[in-house]
């Protein structure tokens, strides 16, 4: 009996001890925020499974349910190249109805305080567009399902210009300028990042004095090494995600939080 309550003192001993450290580092990461003049964000799926757009590699997710297309079989395979549009026709109907959530909104918070320099993502479900963050802002690493681009020619069309009408039984979209493919402008298996992307957020790393990192497993290459071209150029690191990070022993800040758990402490 006096082991057990030995063992309970000892475990709420612990609990307190903890809710201490998360308290102490939350009132320091407020204050970093505040000095800090240039934050760049950075963002992995898990800031949007809030919104209900599932992440990719956890069970249940999109790759648990889907083989990817490879962006050769989409140019050289017409089965591939129809099994692709049938997957981002379901798809569309979350991301089309999908919200920003409260992660997005901090992000947002923080750019119309002037402190936001740049936000990279990894994601492609446009939220961070649908915040009111300039579009000027977004390094979309991936690419983005707001848009459908035609792979030969490069022109462009609102994704729910295409979505509304489209009608796989009649075959995919082709583009009305020179007939090409047409493609939702998102970066697939063996495509290649634009390149300008990658510069821009190479830019970004090198001259924040803080990333936050959210609802990343920071394992993706090469989007996974902004964060450490970030800390190594003097910045300050921190990266709120549920899982732990290869970045977790170097970061300034870690915590191992839902996203909107996070913000919730946060707030005043």
């Known amino acids: 009996m006096v082991l057990n309550s030995l063992t309970i003192f000892a ?13 102490n580092s939350i009132v320091s990461f407020k204050s970093t925020i505040d000095k800090s003049k240039k934050i ?15 992440d ?37 109907k979350d991301l089309s109805t999908a919200s920003p959530n409260t992660g997005h909104m901090f992000f947002k918070r923080l750019y119309d305080e002037g402190k936001l320099a740049g936000l990279i993502t ?20 991936h690419g983005t399902n707001l848009e459908v681009a035609c792979i030969d020619c490069g022109f462009t069309v609102p994704s729910e210009d295409v979505f509304e009408s489209l009608d796989l039984e009649q075959g ?39 990333m936050i990192v959210i609802g990343s497993t920071l394992v993706v290459q090469p989007a996974s090494s902004f964060p450490s071209i970030a800390k190594e150029n003097g910045a300050l690191l921190a990266i709120i995600t549920l899982s732990e990070t290869p970045l ?21």
């Open 40 to 54: 760049v964000g950075f963002t992995g799926a898990g800031i949007s499974t809030e919104s209900g757009i599932p």
């Open 172 to 210: 995919v979209p082709s583009c009305q300028k020179c007939k090409g493919l047409m493609k939702p402008a998102t970066i697939s298996f063996g495509q290649q990042l634009r390149s300008a992307d990658l510069d821009r957020a190479n830019e970004l790393a090198n001259s924040c004095d803080l």
């Open 248 to 268: 977790d022993s170097c970061a300034d800040f870690v915590f191992h939080l839902k996203v909107e758990d996070f913000l919730r402490l946060l707030k005043p």
């Open 11 to 23: 475990s709420r001993n612990f609990l307190l001890m903890e809710h201490v450290d998360i308290n």
């Open 122 to 141: 990894q994601n492609i479900d446009g939220l961070h567009e649908k915040s009111g963050l300039a579009k000027d802002l977004i390094v979309n690493l």
């Open 56 to 92: 990719y590699r956890s069970k249940g997710g999109i790759w648990d349910k889907f083989q990817p297309v490879y962006f050769e079989e989409f140019i050289s395979d017409e089965k591939k190249r129809l099994l692709y549009w049938q997957r981002k026709q379901e798809l569309w």
